[in-house]
């Protein structure tokens, strides 16, 4: 068997082609602005011309797929290459499993209803096409096989980027985090929130909040929210301070290893969710917390 990944980051490219080895014989992978270090018998790098988003490689994805004929593609799931992942659908006349947790026998395992169920779907096809996050394989940079240029077919209908700026990022990179300590709107002020990064440093860990705190109030950037709509983390521990545990912030966390909750609030729905909950106010619970350890 044949499998296809498509990655836009590297990182997603090694666990994907990781995961596509307990399925296929031979894996080939489409990278994006140079190959990929990901283990790939063959990674088909595809240069996207300047003024274009990625997305517009949809036609050279489809022509890449016709090439290579798979029988299962891997994409990561991310904004663009979903988008691909959607078109390269309709081109293979099939459809797209998205957002897969996990691969068990009876099919693939994703959850639905904003995360509130799961279900098995299995591809009925000749071709399966999988939209997977970080972290369901284990994966590592490793020697491709083979590298080649995959030749540009221009889109009939191109996005053109108008404008663009780079967001300075800082911190630890959240998807490698062991430990992520995520804030909410328990936080009453932006001052505040120096307590949680003290219980960082002292943890190693990362800083990840509830969407409120990014798009309501600006406290701390939008590639910082973990939630439906946000990141979907999966660290050994997430210690989510101040936050109420809604079905739109617990979808994201809820695959970490164990959930610790503080909140003041002893009925707040976090704490049927949880691993390990402390009923306490933040302004007591976090600096003893810190100074203890
Ligand atoms: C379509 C849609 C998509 C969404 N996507 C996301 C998403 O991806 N991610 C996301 O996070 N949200 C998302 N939301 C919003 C989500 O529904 C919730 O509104 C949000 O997660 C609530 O954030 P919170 O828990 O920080 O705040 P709140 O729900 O206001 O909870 C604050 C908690 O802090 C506690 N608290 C208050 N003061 C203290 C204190 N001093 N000490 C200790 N505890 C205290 C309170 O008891 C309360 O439980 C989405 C909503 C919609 C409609």
Redesign the pocket.
């Known amino acids: 068997m044949k499998a296809l990944i498509i990655a836009e980051h590297a990182a997603a490219a090694a666990e994907l082609v990781a995961g596509a080895r307990t399925m296929a014989d031979e894996v080939v992978a489409i990278s994006f602005g140079g190959a990929y270090e990901c283990g790939a018998d063959k990674v088909l790098n595809i240069t996207v011309p300047e003024g274009l988003t990625v997305d517009s490689a949809v036609e050279t994805v489809n022509a890449a797929f016709d090439a290579e004929n798979p029988e299962v593609v891997l994409v990561e799931a991310c904004r663009h290459m979903k988008v691909i992942a959607g078109s390269l659908a309709f081109h293979a006349d099939t459809a797209v499993i998205t957002d897969v947790t996990a691969f068990e026998a009876a099919g693939a395992k994703s959850m639905y209803f904003g995360g509130i169920a799961e279900r098995v779907q299995k591809a009925a096809g000749n071709v399966a096409i999988y939209t997977i996050g970080a972290g369901v394989f284990d994966g590592a940079e490793g020697a491709n096989g083979s590298v080649a240029e995959q030749e540009w077919v221009a889109p009939a209908r191109p996005v053109k980027v108008v404008s663009s700026q780079v967001i300075e990022k800082s911190g630890v990179n959240l998807f490698k985090a062991d430990v992520v300590v995520a804030a909410?709107?328990?936080f009453?002020e932006e001052s505040q929130l120096s307590m949680a990064n003290d219980l960082c440093d002292k943890l190693g860990a990362g800083l990840a909040?509830?969407?409120?705190?990014t798009e309501g109030v600006n406290w701390l950037p939008t590639e910082r929210?973990?939630?439906?709509?946000?990141l979907m983390l999966t660290p050994k521990a997430y210690i989510a301070?101040?936050?109420?545990?809604?079905?739109?912030?617990m979808?994201?966390c809820n695959r970490s290893g164990a959930i610790f909750a503080?909140?003041?609030?002893k009925n707040?729905p976090?704490f049927k969710q949880c691993d390990f909950g402390l009923i306490?106010?933040?302004?007591d619970?976090l600096p003893a917390i810190t100074a203890a350890l």
């Open positions: 909410g709107r328990g009453a909040c509830s969407r409120p705190l929210y973990v939630g439906v709509s946000g301070v101040g936050i109420s545990g809604q079905m739109q912030h979808v994201g503080i909140n003041k609030d707040a976090i306490g106010d933040i302004k619970v």
